[in-house]
């Protein structure tokens, strides 16, 4: 198929065999999506949803694998909505994967309350006007608490899943008590956690939590995943065994 890039569009080969178009001044593919995607509970005969998908590509990953028998890519900018429709298209996945444009906190109006087996979401890491501003809006959307806070991601979550069903979320450490009381005030029970390092000199850089609709408290801690095996420049280092083996298998299920 012949790929059409418009002006600020680029295409990339990613893990998967997958390729994407991304947007030049967009937020671009990364461990964080891939790691996600990685860590989601196989469920191969449930339906799922992808809050704030972006370009789509933890959709295209856990699609690419598998994973769930049909998966809704929900993103409220337009631009990143028909990038993921393009993505699943050009990668054959568009019989599993179907985009919907839409504000997170108005799912229920597109995907029928309690129908989900697994949500997922790599959503804004940082509060409303924090930061300093990136001079492209799309950015700021994505990075920023613009369209929803995380307890607006977890509610929306636990209205679409089943009884059971999980939500699987990458978010930043230092946020993980806000996270932590926005799971638990939406019946969402914090179940399993990874705390991600860049290396072992380095404190941690992501938090992968997994949680489940209407479970007892029990929380299972990973030993940490280490990225690199040594500190410095990303292009000088290398991988660690573990993170070879995230790769390898896409799973962290090892680490437990």
Same mark, same amino acid.
């Given at each position: 198929?012949?790929?059409?890039?418009?002006?600020?569009?680029?295409? @990339?080969?990613?893990?998967?065999?997958? #390729?994407?178009?991304?947007?030049? /001044?967009?937020?671009?593919?990364? *461990?964080?999506?891939?790691?996600?995607?990685?860590?989601?509970?196989?469920? *191969?005969?449930?339906?799922?949803?992808?809050?704030?998908?972006?370009?789509?590509?933890?959709?295209?990953?856990?699609?690419?694998?598998?994973?769930?028998?049909?998966?809704?890519?929900?993103?409220?900018?337009?631009?990143?909505?028909?990038?993921?429709?393009?993505? &699943? !298209?050009?990668?054959?996945?568009?019989?599993?994967?179907?985009? #919907?444009?839409?504000?997170?906190?108005?799912?229920?109006? +597109?995907? !029928?309350?309690?129908?989900?087996? &697994?949500?997922?979401?790599?959503?804004? +890491?940082?509060?409303?006007?924090?930061?300093?501003?990136?001079?492209?809006?799309?950015?700021?959307?994505?990075?920023?608490?613009?369209?929803?806070?995380?307890?607006?991601?977890?509610?929306?979550?636990? !209205?679409?899943?089943? /009884?059971?069903?999980?939500?699987?979320?990458?978010?930043?450490?230092?946020?993980?008590?806000?996270?932590?009381? !926005?799971?638990?005030?939406?019946?969402?029970?914090?179940?399993?956690? #990874?705390?991600? +390092?860049?290396?072992? %000199?380095?404190?941690?850089?992501?938090?992968? #939590?997994?949680? %489940?609709?209407?479970?007892?408290?029990?929380?299972?801690?990973?030993?940490?995943?280490?990225?690199?095996?040594?500190?410095?420049?990303?292009? @000088?280092?290398?991988?660690?065994?573990?993170?070879?083996?995230?790769?390898?298998?896409?799973?962290?299920?090892?680490?437990?």
């Amino acid at each position: 198929m012949k790929i059409e890039l418009s002006d600020g569009e680029r295409l @990339d080969r990613i893990n998967e065999n997958l #390729v994407i178009i991304q947007r030049k /001044h967009g937020l671009t593919f990364g *461990t964080d999506s891939y790691l996600l995607a990685a860590f989601a509970k196989k469920k *191969t005969r449930e339906a799922a949803a992808d809050f704030g998908s972006g370009t789509g590509v933890a959709s295209l990953l856990c699609a690419a694998r598998g994973k769930y028998k049909k998966i809704y890519a929900l993103e409220i900018q337009r631009e990143f909505f028909e990038l993921s429709k393009r993505n &699943a !298209a050009v990668n054959g996945l568009d019989g599993v994967i179907s985009p #919907v444009c839409c504000d997170i906190r108005n799912a229920k109006s +597109y995907i !029928a309350q309690g129908s989900l087996g &697994a949500v997922i979401s790599n959503p804004p +890491y940082m509060p409303k006007m924090s930061g300093a501003e990136s001079s492209h809006g799309e950015m700021n959307s994505a990075r920023r608490e613009e369209n929803g806070t995380v307890a607006d991601f977890c509610m929306s979550a636990a !209205a679409l899943l089943r /009884h059971g069903g999980i939500f699987t979320v990458v978010y930043r450490p230092e946020r993980l008590a806000e996270l932590f009381f !926005a799971l638990k005030g939406s019946s969402l029970e914090p179940k399993r956690l #990874v705390f991600v +390092y860049p290396d072992e %000199k380095s404190p941690p850089c992501l938090a992968l #939590v997994e949680s %489940k609709k209407g479970a007892a408290p029990s929380l299972r801690v990973a030993r940490p995943l280490i990225i690199y095996s040594e500190p410095g420049r990303k292009k @000088d280092r290398r991988y660690t065994e573990d993170m070879d083996r995230v790769y390898d298998e896409f799973s962290l299920d090892f680490l437990f």
